[in-house]
């Protein structure tokens, strides 16, 4: 029963095709699809719309030209600035120049940063 069933990689069909016109019908062609809409979650639609007004707030709240923006000084780059815990770890705020990408700002800041 099984060998009528193959697919034959010469015809792109089973024999029992071949032989009779049709595929044989299994238990499975029997059964009936079930409603897909049923299986849709709704809270999964309502979550990813969520997520997309969250990036778009998100985006919204990046600086753009003439805005400003607090630098944080890393230890690493502002040694001088940096000795102690107890110094601050940000200054400004400064002006934004231009916009390179996201992450990146040419400010607006004096000579001794």
Request: aromatic share 10%; net charge positive; charged share 20%.
């Amino acid at each position: 029963m099984v060998k009528l069933r193959i697919v034959s990689t010469n015809t792109s069909h089973s024999l029992f095709e071949l032989i009779y016109g049709f595929n044989l019908l299994s238990p499975l062609d029997l059964l009936s699809l079930p409603n897909v809409s049923s299986l849709i979650n709704n809270d999964g639609f309502s979550k990813t719309q969520f997520v997309k007004d969250l990036h778009a707030k998100a985006y919204s709240h990046i600086e753009q030209k003439g805005g400003l923006v607090w630098v944080h000084l890393r230890k690493e780059r502002f040694l001088d600035l940096r000795k102690s815990i107890l110094l601050p770890r940000g200054v400004g705020p400064f002006k934004v120049l231009t916009k390179v990408n996201d992450n990146d700002y040419i400010l607006d800041m004096p000579q001794e940063y």
